[in-house]
């Protein structure tokens, strides 16, 4: 798998941009950032999303990526995969034909741009087999996790030619997603707070990092690389100073515009 990151921070600044994983040039997972750093060819190689949750810094690149496609007049549907809360909010608050156009059902409802497909917690899609018009990703399987956060969330497991990449989302404590983390070749992981303000992560349901030590206790086997992200940027040094304290050699602070190969 190549994993590239398009955005990897919990807020937007001059080179810190909104959450968004793009893997072997096809799948996102979340979409805070697409069309400020993606050509346009790039844009349509994607062909599915997955979306953790429905905060803005996880959605926001969804409507441009669509009006982008459309203009190009081209059959090319983009399936967006989430839970029912999700899909319900982008369709009520987002792709409402007010705040933006419903894409679901244009340029035709037979033939739409955004094609939503509602993910079951704790069951696997395979890719190719659910989706088999994207023959691009055929072979991966991703299945939903719950994970604790202020609105319904959940992480990502991605399994692909013997790989696991395991991903959080925005989350605060919790367990369901550490037994799949266990042994992972990848886990990217949040930490939106320094030490300081560990009751605002807690009220907020991040992690700082002395909450990240606590989850990663409770992994059986740690994964092989240990991502952070969705760091405050005005606290990105001190958080990146607490995350080098932890002493954990697999653990790394992202940057926008790295490329892992997992």
Known sequence: ?????????GAEFPD???????????????????????TED???????????????????????????????????????????PVIDALRTHLFNGLIWPDFTCLPTPEEPVLCFKTLDPF???????????????????ITAIPVHHTVPAVGFCVDFMGKRL??????????????????????I?????????????????????SLLKKELSKIHSLPQRILITHPKPQYYELIKSEIQALNISQV?????????DI
């Not at 069951?123 to 399987?141: A, F, M, N, Q």
């Not at 550490?178 to 042994?183: I, L």
């Not at 949040?190 to 990092?209: M, Y």
Request: with cysteine.
């Open 1 to 9: 798998m190549k994993l590239r990151i398009l955005g990897s921070a």
């Open 16 to 38: 810190f941009r909104p959450p968004a994983f793009m893997i072997d040039n096809a799948l996102l997972l979340d979409a805070g950032t697409v069309g400020s750093v993606l």
């Open 42 to 84: 790039e844009q349509l190689s994607i062909r599915t999303v997955f979306i953790t949750h429905v905060h803005l810094d996880h959605i926001r690149g969804i409507p441009a990526l669509a009006d982008n496609i459309i203009v190009k007049n081209l059959r090319h549907p983009v399936d967006i995969f989430a839970t029912a």
């Open 123 to 141: 069951t696997p899609v395979k890719l190719g087999e659910d989706t088999p018009r994207r023959r691009s990703i055929d072979g991966y399987t």
């Open 166 to 187: 395991v991903y959080t989302g925005d989350t605060g404590p919790t367990d369901e997603i550490w037994n799949h983390a266990s042994g992972a070749d990848a886990l």
């Open 189 to 209: 992981v949040e930490v939106s707070f320094p030490d300081s303000q560990e009751s605002l992560a807690l009220l907020t349901q991040h992690l700082c990092c």
């Open 252 to 260: 790394e602070l992202l940057r926008d515009g790295t490329i892992y």
